[in-house]
Structure formats: structure tokens, C-alpha cells
């Protein structure tokens, strides 16, 4: 008899549908615009993350399944596409595995259809060969390991992009704080070793902490500031405040580390599990479960008034991108540079959507 999947894996069918979705045909719109001075910003795609952002409410996934926090991870890996980052070199992947390093896949570009067909059987299995595949990036810093949520690495170049994200729905006394503290120390053990690589911090919030513990949320809006600012930590930071209704709360315990990580995992401390391990369990959902699935999302409503100019994701996102392309040759990126220099101004995008 058939194991029911995991909620993660139920998850990821439901985010898959909706970048694909998104991006139809794999055909990502464009979201640098300019002003009318020429200024160039960043747009991103909202309507998107809101229904990410509502994938872990529809399944009533606690935060120790690692669901909430992963919808942060899918909007922001889309976004890197959205910008013009190869599918592949953006992880997570918008299909299993969702780690796949860049000579694999152009060993998969290469070989013969049914070469390539029994590469991916491999890859996509439960254990796929190690190295080769997996779930999860685990970054080397300075001193210990650390799961990077985020990912832009390949051979040549090294990690050119590390994104970590965190979130946190309940026990804002206790743990809202110690998140952003432990973050403090990961950029730092990161930077040490990768001091090129763009380095970012998203932090997801609830915004019924503005009603439970307004000094507490004052004090975390303050500090995220200045951890963007620091020299030797995160060269942006931002802050998505997520509001939904009461009654889609999930129950999570005292102690719930607020994004379904442990610690010493993400440090490398695995015993004998091996840090590719973690593999995805993959589902097979008819369309019509997938489809229902998004008809039935609940509503979530992202306050941006709550939210400092600084740390919003369009000057986060901006950020980003700039320092990859900065920190790259000119032949490297091709169609990240591309993106931006064909920006539309903002009157004719409204006159393209209209």
C-alpha cells in the first residue's frame, strides 16, 4: 500500500505549478523598468509570492515542516530567473533535483537522448550519487558548513550568490531575535571565505507581531537595518511581512526554531549522514489535484507600509543582481545584462499591460 507524501512533498508540486504557471513556456517577463529620469529599478513579481506564500496555509504546514520558510526560497530562486540567471545555476531548481551542479547538467546537454534518460532515472532517484544531486546547498564558510537557502555556484566562478531566509510566524519574544542574531554570525562565516560573492538575509514575518509585541517588532526592523550595513556581513537585507487570518494559524510549540532548521545540520554536524542525503520525495499529483489546489489557496496580504524603504525586496533583489554582474566578465551573465539594458520605461510598460 502507497505512503502518503510528506507535506513538503506536496508542497513542492503545488510551487512548481505555480512558477511554471508564471512563466509560460519558461518564458520569464522581464522585471527591470526605468523611470522617468532613466533610473533603473527592480519589480518584482508579488502576485506570485502571495500565492506561494499561501501553499503552507492550504496544507496547514507547521513551521517545523520547513514549508513556510521554502516559499521564500521558491519566489526568490524565480526571481533570479525572472532576471535573466540560468534556470539550472539558480537553486533551488523549479524541478527535482532541485541542487544540480552546472557539469552535470551540461554532461545531461551532451550526451543522447537515451543516455540522458537514464542519467536523469539516476539523479532523480532516492539516493541519487553523492555530490551529483540533492535538496539542500551546504556552503563551506570560514570555519564550519552552512545550508544556504539560496544558491548561484558553479565550478569556475565559485558561490557568486548565497541567499539565507528565515521566517517566523509565532513566539516573537523569544525567537524572533535569536534568528536574526544567529544570522549575524553565518554571514560572517561565509564572507570570510567568499568575500565576492553576494551576500544576502530575507526575513519573513508575521505581521500580527506589530499587535503582540510592537516594541519587539520596532527593535527587529532596526536591527535588520544595520546588519545590511555592516561591512563584514550582509551587503542587503529584507524584510517581508506576511498577514493572514487568524484562523489558518498553525499550533507550533514553545520552542519551534521558526523555520523547520536545526542548527547543527546546517553546520555540518551530521554524524554519519552524509550532507547530500536529504533528497526529495517526489509525488505524483494529477493536474487536477495541483489545480484545485491553487483554486483553494487562502488569502494573504503582504503590508508593505509596515516594511523601510531599505528593506523591501525590489532594492533587495536590485542588489543582488548588480553585485553578481559587477563581481562577473562581461561574457558571464549575458542575459542578466541583456534584462537590464532592455528595460521598458514605466509608461510603456502600462501601456503594454493595459
Not at 506561494?52 to 526571481?79: Q, R
Not at 519574544?173 to 544570522?183: D, L, P, Q, T
Request: net charge negative.
Amino acid at each position: 500500500m502507497a505512503t502518503e507524501p510528506s507535506t513538503k512533498a506536496k508542497a513542492w508540486a503545488i510551487f512548481d505549478r505555480i512558477v511554471a504557471d508564471a512563466a509560460p513556456g519558461g518564458e520569464h517577463s522581464n522585471p527591470w523598468v526605468r523611470d522617468e529620469s532613466g533610473a533603473l529599478s527592480y519589480e518584482p513579481d508579488y502576485e506570485t509570492l502571495i500565492k506561494l506564500l499561501g501553499v503552507p496555509l492550504y496544507l496547514k504546514a507547521p513551521t517545523t515542516t520547513g514549508v513556510p520558510a521554502l516559499a521564500l526560497d521558491v519566489w526568490l530562486s524565480y526571481e533570479l530567473r525572472r532576471s535573466g540567471f540560468d534556470a539550472d545555476a539558480a537553486w533551488p531548481r523549479p524541478s527535482a533535483p532541485r541542487i544540480l551542479p552546472g557539469p552535470v547538467v551540461s554532461l545531461l546537454n551532451k550526451v543522447t537522448a537515451k543516455e540522458r534518460d537514464a542519467l536523469w532515472k539516476r539523479l532523480r532517484a532516492k539516493t541519487p550519487p553523492t555530490g551529483a544531486a540533492a535538496s539542500s546547498a551546504n556552503i563551506l564558510g570560514k570555519n564550519y558548513l552552512k545550508q544556504v537557502d539560496v544558491v548561484m555556484s558553479n565550478w569556475a566562478a565559485g558561490p557568486e550568490l548565497l541567499i539565507s531566509t528565515k521566517r517566523m510566524d509565532s513566539s516573537f519574544g523569544k525567537n524572533a531575535a535569536n534568528r536574526v542574531e544567529e544570522s549575524y554570525g553565518d554571514a560572517k562565516n561565509l564572507r570570510l571565505r567568499h568575500p565576492l560573492a553576494a551576500l544576502g538575509f530575507v526575513y519573513g514575518l508575521r505581521s500580527t507581531i506589530f499587535d503582540e509585541s510592537p516594541d519587539k517588532a520596532e527593535w527587529l526592523i532596526d536591527l535588520l537595518q544595520k546588519l545590511g550595513r555592516e561591512d563584514d556581513a550582509y551587503h542587503a537585507v529584507s524584510l517581508i511581512v506576511i498577514e493572514y487570518g487568524d484562523h489558518l494559524s498553525v499550533e507550533e510549540s514553545d520552542d519551534d526554531q521558526g523555520d523547520g532548521e536545526d542548527p547543527l545540520v546546517e553546520a555540518g554536524v551530521h554524524g554519519s549522514h552524509d550532507i547530500y542525503d536529504d533528497t526529495e520525495e517526489l509525488v505524483e499529483q494529477s493536474d487536477v489535484e495541483v489545480a484545485l489546489a491553487i483554486a483553494g489557496l487562502p488569502p494573504v496580504k503582504l503590508p508593505w507600509e509596515r516594511v523601510p524603504a531599505d528593506l523591501r525586496p525590489d532594492r533587495f533583489i536590485a542588489e543582488m543582481v548588480r553585485r553578481v554582474i559587477d563581481a562577473t566578465p562581461v561574457n558571464m551573465h549575458a542575459e542578466a545584462r541583456l534584462r537590464r539594458k532592455r528595460a521598458l520605461s514605466k509608461t510603456n510598460l502600462n501601456e503594454a499591460t493595459e
